[in-house]
């Protein structure tokens, strides 16, 4: 038995794109066990993953976690955070490690110079690299996504009218920068065809909410805050098309080899965070020839040049003209 422990804290989209290598380990590396270090919030999107044999939980006090760590004797670790605190875990637990490269200076040279140096590697490659030494390779099939029987949604409770099929919107982000703006998505849902639900955290409830009272649409439900996040997940998985913004839902929907139309802001598909192998109907939309762009490798509250052109300038009628066209041919 080979004993693996992969560190990843965050984000919902970071964890899914670490999927590839735990499948891959422990398909093509005999007698690999995988162990999964993570923030407790992330633990439901790892629990029902067959490839993991445990998932331990970072605790607020990182030397209780160290402790218990201790006790499974792991032969290799893989790093894919690459931060301070793994950095602490790595060295408590005196093993052979192997750190993802984030490529932060590139990043840096092209948020504030717009000098690109990046490789063309996917993110997911890039975690991938971290297995070199044990011949794993890529077998692409792309990203996992595993939900337990008792968070899949039925479609008997949605409203008669999804019967026939609706079309996900993913209205959140962490950052406002990454977030289509409401007048924007509010012109979206006037143009789309189908019947719409609104995806998001709780923290998107009352912003939804806005939307739906603006758009004066009948086809449309709040799912923000009203799903956790294997439900949501359970409701991109059965929408025939996913609308989304750069974020963690994008990725799981790609995990579904959903059509997605991602929305880019501030961020670009060049950071290597896309939507991994998603179904093959899927297209980007970003205002290009921005000079601004990308203004960071994360996002802002807001727009830092005050005119957020980024989004502002998006073309929705073809958005809204796309999505009706993948919805048409599913």
């Given at each position: 038995?080979?004993?693996?422990?992969?560190?990843?804290?965050?984000?919902?989209?970071?964890?899914?794109?670490?999927?590839?290598?735990?499948?891959?380990?422990?398909?093509?590396?005999e007698g690999a066990e995988v162990h999964f270090l993570t923030k407790k919030q992330f633990v439901p999107i790892l629990s029902s993953n067959p490839y993991i044999?445990?998932?331990?939980?970072?605790?607020?006090?990182?030397?209780?976690?160290?402790?218990?760590?201790?006790?499974?004797?792991?032969?290799?670790?893989?790093?894919?955070?690459?931060?301070?605190?793994?950095?602490?875990?790595?060295?408590?637990?005196?093993?052979?490690?192997?750190?993802?490269?984030?490529?932060?200076l590139k990043k840096w040279l092209l948020v504030n110079?717009?000098?690109?140096?990046?490789?063309?590697?996917?993110?997911?490659?890039?975690?991938?690299?971290?297995?070199?030494?044990?011949?794993?390779k890529n077998d692409g099939k792309g990203l996992d996504y595993f939900i337990p029987d008792e968070d899949i949604v039925s479609p008997d409770t949605l409203p008669e009218e999804f019967s026939l099929g609706y079309i996900a919107l993913v209205i959140g982000?962490?950052?406002?920068?990454?977030?289509?703006?409401?007048?924007?998505?509010?012109?979206?849902?006037?143009?789309?065809?189908?019947?719409?639900?609104?995806?998001?955290?709780?923290?998107?409830?009352?912003?939804?909410?806005?939307?739906?009272?603006?758009?004066?649409?009948?086809?449309?439900?709040?799912g923000c805050g009203e799903y956790s996040v294997n439900q949501s997940a359970s409701l991109i998985q059965q929408a025939k098309t996913v609308i989304s913004n750069d974020t963690g839902m994008m990725h799981i929907a790609a995990a579904f080899k959903k059509n997605i139309i991602t929305v880019w802001g501030n961020t670009i598909p060049d950071f290597g965070m896309y939507a991994y192998l998603p179904g093959e109907g899927s297209v980007d939309f970003e205002v290009k020839?921005?000079?601004?762009?990308?203004?960071?490798?994360?996002?802002?509250?807001?727009?830092?040049?005050?005119?957020?052109?980024?989004?502002q300038k998006q073309d929705i009628a073809d958005m809204a003209d796309t999505a009706n066209n993948l919805f048409s041919e599913k």
């Open positions: 038995m080979v004993k693996y422990l992969v560190i990843r804290f965050s984000s919902i989209g970071d964890i899914v794109l670490t999927t590839p290598l735990i499948r891959c380990l422990k398909d093509q590396v044999h445990k998932v331990h939980i970072l605790a607020d006090n990182s030397q209780l976690t160290i402790n218990d760590l201790k006790k499974e004797q792991f032969d290799y670790i893989l790093d894919l955070q690459n931060s301070i605190r793994s950095v602490n875990v790595k060295r408590s637990l005196k093993r052979m490690f192997f750190t993802v490269n984030k490529l932060n110079f717009k000098i690109n140096r990046l490789p063309d590697k996917h993110m997911v490659d890039r975690y991938l690299d971290t297995a070199n030494l044990f011949d794993v982000a962490q950052h406002s920068t990454k977030r289509l703006p409401n007048e924007q998505l509010i012109k979206l849902i006037h143009k789309l065809e189908h019947p719409v639900i609104i995806v998001g955290g709780p923290e998107d409830k009352e912003r939804a909410e806005e939307i739906i009272r603006e758009s004066s649409v009948q086809q449309i439900l709040n020839n921005l000079s601004c762009r990308p203004c960071s490798k994360l996002g802002f509250d807001k727009c830092p040049k005050k005119h957020f052109d980024c989004m």
